[in-house]
């Protein structure tokens, strides 16, 4: 369907956002091994559709990381979002629907301790597949990520990232997107930590996720 076709493109962009479920691998723990998961939320800026009403995204983030060398971790996130809502297309066309994102990605993450600091560059690349009633819209999709880790005391730090996004066979369409953010790291334990992370994309799409880390 035509509106199918709409929403999809319209979610395509937060679908491969959230394929970022830790970017910079995680505040404080760049060179650790460890395993972190997050509850999200995605506030939708219903403004980018006519006469949009969109529920609240609510999903899930998973991610492992292992070092590879002193300077360098590698890690794979996955996501799943799922939404739902109305869109007026017009002339009395009300669209109901329902619609989930996942995705699954391959990242290396580039770092190098600098006065206590640790700026770095993650890049990855995965697949994303993207679901609205009967439709899909799936594709191979990459992202790159610079930021810096900055410590906070003993047992905190925060990571402040701007993260690109998009398809690797986008047609000549503008599914890319920018996201911008921070995520904190708070220490409970050895093993554990928990995490909090608020972002904003270039649509005005915010996105608030929490959870916990394990080292192992």
Same mark, same amino acid.
């Given at each position: 369907?035509?509106?199918?076709?709409?929403?999809?493109?319209?979610?395509?962009?937060?679908?491969?956002?959230?394929?970022?479920?830790?970017?910079?691998?995680?505040?404080?723990?760049?060179?650790?091994?460890?395993?972190?998961?997050?509850?999200?939320?995605?506030?939708?800026?219903?403004?980018?559709?006519?006469?949009?009403?969109?529920?609240?995204?609510?999903?899930?983030?998973?991610?492992?990381?292992?070092?590879?060398?002193?300077?360098?971790?590698?890690?794979?996130?996955?996501?799943?979002?799922?939404?739902?809502?109305?869109?007026?297309?017009?002339?009395?066309?009300?669209?109901?629907?329902?619609?989930?994102?996942?995705?699954?990605?391959?990242?290396?993450?580039?770092?190098?301790?600098?006065?206590?600091?640790?700026?770095?560059?993650?890049?990855?690349?995965?697949?994303?597949?993207?679901? /609205?009633? &009967?439709?899909? *819209?799936? =594709?191979?999709? +990459?992202? $790159?990520?610079? @930021?810096?880790?900055?410590?906070?005391?003993?047992?905190?730090?925060?990571?402040?990232?701007?993260?690109?996004?998009?398809?690797?066979?986008?047609?000549?369409?503008?599914?890319?997107?920018?996201?911008?953010?921070?995520?904190?790291?708070?220490?409970?334990?050895?093993?554990?930590?928990?995490? /909090?992370? &608020?972002?904003? *994309?270039? =649509?005005?799409? +915010?996105? $608030?996720?929490? @959870?916990?880390?394990?080292?192992?």
């Amino acid at each position: 369907m035509k509106s199918n076709t709409r929403i999809l493109k319209f979610l395509a962009a937060a679908a491969i956002a959230a394929s970022t479920v830790s970017v910079a691998s995680a505040a404080g723990l760049l060179g650790q091994r460890y395993a972190a998961g997050t509850f999200d939320w995605v506030l939708w800026d219903n403004d980018e559709l006519p006469g949009g009403d969109i529920d609240d995204g609510k999903g899930i983030s998973l991610t492992l990381n292992q070092p590879l060398s002193s300077n360098v971790d590698l890690s794979v996130d996955y996501s799943y979002l799922d939404t739902g809502g109305s869109v007026d297309f017009g002339e009395g066309d009300i669209y109901d629907f329902d619609a989930s994102s996942q995705a699954l990605t391959f990242n290396g993450t580039f770092y190098m301790p600098a006065n206590g600091f640790k700026p770095f560059i993650k890049v990855g690349a995965g697949w994303a597949w993207n679901k /609205v009633d &009967g439709d899909t *819209d799936n =594709d191979a999709v +990459y992202q $790159i990520v610079p @930021g810096v880790e900055i410590p906070a005391g003993q047992k905190a730090s925060l990571t402040l990232f701007a993260a690109w996004q998009d398809y690797f066979d986008n047609e000549g369409e503008d599914d890319g997107s920018w996201d911008f953010g921070a995520l904190a790291e708070f220490e409970v334990s050895s093993k554990w930590s928990v995490l /909090v992370r &608020g972002t904003v *994309d270039d =649509d005005s799409n +915010y996105g $608030i996720s929490a @959870g916990a880390l394990v080292r192992f």
